[in-house]
Every structure is written in structure tokens, then in C-alpha cells.
T-cell receptor
């Protein structure tokens, strides 16, 4: 079965540096998401993306964050100037078109990128 | 966003059925009830969803109360691999952004 992939699996960076987390969603999916999970806490929604634009974002997703689908396959999350509190697991997810026969808004999650900000 | 309430943790013995409850008293008519789970060190994984009728798939069954204010995820024979955090999430149907709002979920321990 097709999977969502994410790279790198672990990223270590210095505070203030820019990071780009990469995701390859499942090929025929149309809806894309980023979530994060701080260690020991719940999974938090960051942003949803559809038709080449952000459809919804949370309060966490401030001006330091941006998303892009630069080509037909990748979906990236950029953090411009990382802070210590950005340390977390970041999960990418994708969702198929409603007509695919899949569940309404069934989301397929990647394995995550662990971001450590020092 | 409508809220759900789940017990923090539950225990089960291997090969026995498990019933994971969820209360969602403020559910609206267009909210679907979704269940996801998160195995240790992995991303969340879709389990099952429903609107009004009970649902079965290869992973689990979902029993939805007639008034839709509660639901129960049923694992028919728990295995060690089913030890995970189970999330009950209300999600609008097609046409919305599809964001999932996770709560703390229920941590299921399965004992051999």
C-alpha cells in the first residue's frame, strides 16, 4: 500500500536557524496537512493545504512557518527562525479525494520528523 | 470544535475484546466520528469512522449510540500490537478542511 514518506527522520538545528521538513504525500491525494507533537503531549494541527493554497491554519502556525508544494510530489514545512519550543515530532498527512471510495477525510500520516532545536 | 471525552487509560488481556468509550455530547448533525490510533513512536493511523450507523472493518467495529452523543470502538480480539493511544475525533464531512483535533486519547495496555 502507498505510504506518506518524510525526510529527514531526525533534524538537529541551532536556535535561530531555518529548517525545511520534507514530505512526499501519496500520489493521488489532494489534501495535505502538517501536525506536530511535543514530547509527551497531544498531536496538534498546524495547517491544511488544498489546491495550492492554505485552507486553514492554527494559532501555532505563525509568520515563522510556511508551507509549499514546489512540484507535483513534495510538500514542505519551513520554519524560518527556530525556537527551542519548536522541538517536536512533525507529522505530514495526506487525504484522498472524496470520490475515491475512502473514508471521509481519512488521513494517512507519515512516520514523522523529530526536530531538535538546541 | 466539538469536544470528545475519553478515559485516560484502559487495560485488556490479549485475545479478549476491548471496548473503548467516547462521549461527544455536543456533536452536531454533520460531524463524523473518527477513530485514530498511535502506536509507540509512530504517526497516527486511521482506524474507523461513522456517522449514524454501526460500522465494521478489518481492524475494528464502531458502535454509535442512537442519540450520537457517545460511541464505542470495539477491538474484537486484542493483540499486543494493539497497545496504542486511541483517539476519538469529530470531523466534518467533505467540504471542510479536514483538520483533525486530537485530544489526549485513551492509552490501551494489552497484557499477555
Amino acid at each position: 500500500e502507498p505510504e506518506v514518506t518524510q525526510t529527514p527522520s531526525h533534524q538537529v538545528t541551532q536556535m535561530g536557524q531555518e529548517v525545511i521538513l520534507r514530505c512526499v504525500p501519496i500520489s493521488n491525494h489532494l489534501y495535505f496537512y502538517w501536525y506536530r507533537q511535543i514530547l509527551g503531549q497531544k498531536v496538534e494541527f498546524l495547517v491544511s493545504f488544498y489546491n495550492n493554497e492554505i485552507s486553514e491554519k492554527s494559532e501555532i502556525f505563525d509568520d515563522q512557518f510556511s508551507v509549499e508544494r514546489p512540484d507535483g510530489s513534495n510538500f514542505t514545512l519551513k520554519i524560518r527562525s527556530t525556537k527551542l519550543e519548536d522541538s517536536a515530532m512533525y507529522f505530514c498527512a495526506s487525504s484522498p479525494p472524496p470520490s475515491s471510495g475512502r473514508a471521509q477525510n481519512e488521513q494517512f500520516f507519515g512516520p514523522g520528523t523529530r526536530l531538535t532545536v538546541l | 470544535d466539538a469536544k470528545t471525552t475519553q478515559p485516560n487509560s484502559m487495560e485488556s488481556n490479549e485475545e479478549e475484546p476491548v471496548h473503548l468509550p467516547c462521549n461527544h455530547s455536543t456533536i452536531s448533525g454533520t460531524d463524523y466520528i473518527h477513530w485514530y490510533r498511535q502506536l509507540p513512536s509512530q504517526g497516527p493511523e486511521y482506524v474507523i469512522h461513522g456517522l449514524t450507523s454501526n460500522v465494521n472493518n478489518r481492524m475494528a467495529s464502531l458502535a454509535i449510540a442512537e442519540d450520537r452523543k457517545s460511541s464505542t470502538l470495539i477491538l474484537h480480539r486484542a493483540t499486543l500490537r494493539d497497545a496504542a493511544v486511541y483517539y476519538c475525533i469529530l470531523n466534518l464531512g467533505s467540504g471542510n478542511t479536514g483538520k483533525l483535533i486530537f485530544g489526549q486519547g485513551t492509552t490501551l495496555q494489552v497484557k499477555p
